[in-house]
C-alpha cells in the first residue's frame, strides 16, 4: 500500500486541499519562534540593521541575488508536517536551525552585494561559476567548514559564503578553535570583519523578489508530495546476495530484520549523508529498498548480535553510498574506454 492510502484518517482530507487555499502565514505558525530566533541570533553578533524577509514556498532557499528566505510550506502547518514526516524525512529543531542560518547567508551575501566586490571573489571564488545539482566534493577538505550535512560548501562559492556565514552566525560553534590552522579560517575571518563594518549600516538591496509562493502554489498537497516521489533515484543494485549474508532467514523469536532497519533508518540516512556529501534523497532510497529487500525475503537479526550487525549494516550502506558518490553508480561499472574513464566534472565544481 501507498503512503497515500495509509495516511491517517484525519490528514486524509488534507491531501485533496489545494496549497494556495491554506492560508499559510508566518505569524503564529510553528516557524514564527525559528525566524525570531534568528533575528535575535544576528543581533547578537552585531547585525542590527539585517533582518531578512522570509516566505512560505516549495523548498528552502534563496532567490539568487535576493535577500529573502524561502521556507517549505509544510513547515507552516503541523498537519502538513506530520504528512511531510510519512512521505519524506522531517526536519527536526536542529535542521531548520541550521537551514535558516545558511539561507541567512546567502540573503546576507545578496542584501550587501559583497558577490561583486574584489575580495569575495579572492576568497570563494567566481559568483558566476556554473551551478551544478551534481558535483564531486573532497571529503575533510580543510579548505571549507562543515555545516549542514555533506561536504555543501564546495558545491558553489556562493555556498561556501553561506556555509561559512552559518557556521560564523551559529551560538557556541567555537569556530576560532574548531577551524585553528585551517585555510577555511580565513574565510571566516572575512565574514567577522566584513559583518562588524556592515553591522550598523542599511542594506543595498532591501526589497526582493520571490520565487513560486504559496499563494501561487496551484497543486494539491497529495500532488506536491506524488511530484516529491518521482524524483526519488532509482537504486540500481539488487541487494538480495549482500543482505542475506548480514541477516538469516526469519524464525520464531528473532527480530524481523525490516523492524530493525526501520528503527534505524533515520540515523542511518543522516550519518552516511553527512560523512559522505551524497545526497539525501540517494541515501534515503538504499535504505528504504533494503527495508524492501529484508521484508520481501523474510530476514530476521541473529540473536544477540543487534549492535554488531547495525555496524556491519552501516559499513555496508556507507561503501555503496560512497561508490555512488565516486562512479555515479552503486555498483561501479566496467571502465572499457578512455572516454569512459574521462570525466570532464572531476573534482571541485
Known amino acids: 500500500m501507498s503512503a497515500f492510502e495509509t495516511a491517517a484518517p484525519d490528514l486524509k482530507p488534507l ?4 496549497i494556495s487555499r491554506l492560508g499559510l502565514k508566518l505569524e503564529g505558525s510553528p516557524m514564527e519562534r525559528y525566524v525570531g530566533d534568528l533575528y535575535r541570533e544576528l543581533a547578537a553578533k552585531g547585525l542590527t540593521r539585517f533582518r531578512p524577509l522570509t516566505y512560505f514556498t516549495d523548498e528552502w532557499g534563496c532567490p539568487s541575488e535576493e535577500p529573502i528566505i524561502g ?26 536551525r541550521m537551514y535558516l542560518r545558511h539561507e541567512a547567508g546567502h540573503a546576507f551575501n545578496y542584501a ?13 571564488g567566481p559568483f558566476n561559476r556554473p551551478y551544478r545539482d551534481r558535483y564531486r566534493p573532497v571529503p575533510f577538505h580543510r579548505g571549507f567548514v562543515r555545516h549542514m550535512e555533506g561536504w555543501y560548501a564546495q558545491k558553489h562559492p556562493d555556498e561556501d559564503f553561506a556555509e561559512t556565514f552559518a557556521v560564523w552566525l551559529t551560538p557556541r560553534s567555537r569556530w576560532r578553535q574548531r577551524y585553528k590552522g585551517w585555510p577555511a579560517m580565513d574565510k571566516l575571518r572575512y565574514v567577522d570583519r566584513v559583518a562588524r563594518k556592515l553591522g ?24 506536491f508530495f506524488r511530484s516529491q516521489e518521482a524524483e526519488t533515484p532509482p537504486v540500481d543494485i539488487a541487494l538480495e546476495h549482500d543482505l542475506t549474508d548480514l541477516f538469516v532467514r526469519r524464525r520464531r523469536r528473532l527480530r524481523p530484520a525490516a523492524d530493525f532497519v526501520r528503527e534505524h533508518r533515520a540515523g542511518l540516512i543522516n ?6 556529501g551524497v545526497r539525501r534523497s540517494v541515501v534515503r532510497a538504499l535504505v528504504d529498498r533494503m527495508v524492501e529487500t529484508t521484508e520481501r525475503l523474510r530476514l530476521a537479526v541473529p540473536a544477540g548480535t543487534e549492535a554488531t550487525t547495525l555496524v556491519e549494516l552501516t559499513t555496508y550502506a556507507t561503501t555503496l553510498t560512497m561508490n555512488f558518490l565516486s562512479h ?7 571502465r572499457g574506454t578512455a572516454r569512459a574513464r ?8
Do not use: C, H
Not at 491531501?15 to 489545494?18: A, F, P, T
Not at 549600516?201 to 497529495?222: G, K
Not at 550519518?271 to 559522505?276: D, S
Not at 574521462?342 to 565544481?349: E, F, H, I, S, V
Open 15 to 18: 491531501l485533496g486541499e489545494r
Open 71 to 96: 521556507i517549505p510550506f509544510y513547515l507552516a502547518d503541523a498537519q502538513l508536517s506530520r504528512l511531510e514526516k510519512q512521505f519524506d524525512d522531517l526536519e527536526d529543531v536542529r535542521e531548520i
Open 112 to 124: 550587501y552585494k559583497l558577490f561583486e566586490t574584489p575580495e569575495w571573489r579572492d576568497r570563494f
Open 200 to 223: 550598523n549600516t542599511e542594506p543595498i538591496v532591501r526589497l526582493a523578489s520571490t520565487d513560486v509562493t504559496v499563494e501561487e502554489m496551484n497543486m494539491t498537497v497529495e500532488e
Open 271 to 276: 550519518k552516511i549523508e553527512y560523512w559522505t
Open 328 to 334: 555515479g553508480s552503486f555498483v561501479p561499472r566496467a
Open 342 to 349: 574521462a570525466r570532464p566534472d572531476a573534482g571541485l565544481p
